[in-house]
């Protein structure tokens, strides 16, 4: 399924026909773009088929249903690189023409946001104070089709899915940890055991736990299924929801445990600094989970990206591992000794 941004006719340099095209291809009817393009249906009808003669080919099936044929995908597909392009080259040129006066949009999830951010806009604003960065909170599947489709100009996601459009970069790894609280742990554990987990804690142990799970579409999910299904393991999950803090806010309740990644422990971190000695949160590494969080800058290989945005990477990529670094264990676990 696509979800195409198209341009209003009079704007951009694309010719009209294939501006015409790409509104009748993510509404597949030539009636309904017709009308939010303010043209007739014949003269809509007449630009696809000028398109067909153009190029001798059928762009839509009209019967037994209107859809794309194989010549239509394509055409889609290189059309919508060519937007990209273009929207990359309107930018870079209006840089060099105003200096360091743009924008740009950053896709990031809800979680990852509140951590990286407010360690890297400061230092960016200090250098481009005019530019403005719109921010779009979703997961890394949803962010994957809003880059392709040119509604985000990048984006920081998680184990990103491999496409020949995408150009990533790794900025720095994180871990999946347990979170658990000491009223639940000690129910369930001697003390010698719990010491015994601070190199890490087999999951099959945990199976009568109760447990808070991301939904199953998120890539951490995706990671910690994984483990779970080759090792045969089966969590009690009673709630499935995908923002961290809220995750970690269960797991302080003592109602259930949570699989969280390790850059997004500050909430637990912040937890631990003011509770009661048997409501603190012990986090444990994971034995054996083999299956790292590829935490990455991803981009559209046909983009040429400005100064202001290349500069934007750079600070990323200098701040990301030093956030990573920064979540220790080490320094978690000072509060629950």
């Not at 990209?84 to 743009?102: C, F, Q």
């Not at 995706?222 to 009690?236: F, G, R, T």
């Not at 009673?238 to 803090?245: F, G, H, L, R, V």
Request: aromatic fraction near 8%; charged fraction near 25%; charge should be neutral.
């Amino acid at each position: 399924i696509w979800h195409i941004s198209v341009l209003p006719i009079s704007c951009g340099t694309m010719k009209i026909g294939f501006e015409v095209f790409l509104v009748v291809a993510r509404e597949m009817s030539i009636t309904k773009a017709a009308n939010e393009l303010h043209i007739t249906q014949q003269c809509a009808s007449d630009h696809i088929k000028r398109l067909e003669k153009e190029y001798n080919v059928v762009l839509f099936e009209r019967r037994p249903k209107f859809r794309l044929t194989q010549a239509g995908e394509i055409m889609l597909h290189n059309l919508l690189n060519i937007q990209i392009m273009e929207t990359s080259m309107s930018r870079s040129l209006a840089g060099i023409a105003e200096g360091t006066v743009g924008g740009f949009t950053l896709g990031i999830s809800t979680s990852r946001a509140p951590i990286i951010l407010p360690r890297v806009l400061p230092r960016y604003y200090q250098c481009y104070p005019k530019v403005n960065i719109s921010f779009t909170e979703e997961d890394t599947q949803i962010l994957e089709e809003r880059l392709l489709n040119g509604q985000v100009d990048l984006f920081i996601g998680v184990n990103t899915s491999p496409h020949p459009d995408y150009k990533i970069q790794t900025l720095t790894t994180d871990e999946i940890i347990l979170v658990i609280s000491a009223k639940l742990l000690r129910r369930e554990f001697s003390k010698q055991e719990i010491r015994q987990m601070e190199d890490g804690i087999d999951l099959k142990r945990f199976s009568n736990i109760p447990f808070t799970q991301s939904f199953k579409t998120g890539k951490v999910n995706h990671a910690i299924q994984e483990y779970l299904d080759s090792y045969n393991v089966k969590l009690n999950v009673i709630y499935n929801i995908s923002d961290s803090e809220t995750q970690i806010l269960l797991c302080a309740s003592g109602i259930c445990a949570a699989l969280c990644p390790k850059m997004l422990l500050a909430a637990a971190y912040r937890h631990n600094q003011t509770c009661k000695p048997e409501d603190e949160l012990y986090m444990f590494p994971i034995r054996n989970l083999g299956r790292e969080l590829k935490i990455e800058l991803v981009s559209h290989r046909n983009a040429m990206h400005p100064m202001y945005i290349q500069d934007f990477v750079h600070i990323l990529q200098e701040e990301l591992p030093r956030i990573a670094d920064s979540m220790s264990l080490e320094e978690l676990r000072k509060n629950i000794q």
